[in-house]
């Protein structure tokens, strides 16, 4: 069994869709989707600086567009059973393009989504008081060392690493002084994702879900909240609007991965996060990253074997 995986935020980098646009087909998609979004996502892709594309109103939907694009480069048209992946998950934002592959919701309704979403969770750490996010990586009672300092595990993800989120101050203090034999290292984000400080997010994109009107899924597509198969379409669609607030337990997800018999995994542009969080946890299953064209005769040949 084939699993399709799209990264989460931190994964973008300047240039990153520039390649992509030799492929006539990419670049029309990657057009299309920047027409469903007030963000110039070919501009930001190609020519924008780090600190540009590190803005979370920009960072959201440039992903989730590199992600249904190069998988649409792999794949080809999902509706043909040929083609379509025994699994398909996305980690916290990527899991827009992983529910417009498994044809829950459109590409486009994927971007206007997500386009919502990244501004609303912009304006929501904004609002509130300093709040930060910090990669622990190894460690012992990395638990309690968050809990004495009223931090958050935001994301789980597997491996010997756990994502702090909370105020800045308990960051900053969490990096000064870090949980035993583990390393600390603050992200560059604008506030506590996946906590309580996102529930105006959560208003937000809720407004924008209304208007979209889901369909079940055509392959397995696992929950980033608890690593579930997501049955129906108004399940998957009223977790993206949940999972805004809540965190993310991708070593649910690859526990599940394991339990459902994946043997193969392909990681969408901008590849190269999950693969390295699978090579530590799912030992020994062959995986590809894409991160140019160059990859994708690796992942159609990994696509050939396993889906």
């Known amino acids: 069994m084939l699993a399709v995986l799209f990264p989460g935020q931190g994964a973008q980098s300047p240039g990153m869709l520039e390649p992509w646009l030799a492929l006539p ?32 109103a920009i960072a959201q939907p440039l992903l989730v567009a590199a992600g249904i694009a190069t998988a649409r480069a792999i794949l080809g048209d999902t509706s043909s059973l040929s083609t379509v992946p025994g699994l398909v998950a996305g980690h916290s934002v990527g899991e827009l393009g992983a529910t417009a592959i498994a044809g829950v919701i459109s590409d486009a309704d994927a971007i206007r989504l997500v386009t919502v979403r990244g501004a609303a969770m912009a304006a929501a750490a904004a609002a509130a008081e300093p709040t930060s996010m910090a990669a622990v990586l190894g ?33 900053a203090e969490l990096v000064a002084n870090p949980p035993a034999r583990a390393r600390v290292i603050e992200l560059q984000v604008a506030g506590a994702f996946h906590t309580s400080v996102m529930s105006p997010a959560v208003d937000a994109l809720a407004a924008a879900a209304q208007g979209i009107s889901p369909t079940d899924p055509t392959t397995t597509l696992l929950s980033k909240a608890d690593g579930a ?23 649910l997800c690859m526990e599940q991965m394991l339990n459902l018999g994946v043997t193969g995994i392909i990681e969408v542009a901008p590849g190269g996060v999950l693969t390295g969080l ?12 894409i991160k140019t064209p160059d990859d994708l005769p690796a992942a159609r040949d990994l696509l050939e074997a396993h889906a």
């Open 229 to 251: 198969a997501v049955a129906s379409g108004s399940d998957a669609l009223e977790r993206l609007v949940r999972q805004v607030a809540s965190p993310v337990r991708w070593d």
């Open 25 to 56: 087909a990419t670049a029309a998609a990657l057009a299309e989707l920047s027409e469903a979004t007030n963000v110039d996502l070919l501009m930001h892709g190609t020519t924008a600086d780090a600190d540009t594309i590190r803005d979370t």
């Open 139 to 171: 460690g012992e009672d990395v638990e309690a060392a968050l809990e004495a300092l009223g931090l958050t595990a935001a994301n789980v993800n597997g491996g010997g690493q756990v994502v702090a989120a909370g105020p800045a101050t308990a960051i």
């Open 278 to 289: 699978a090579k530590r946890v799912l030992k020994g299953i062959p995986a590809v990253a």
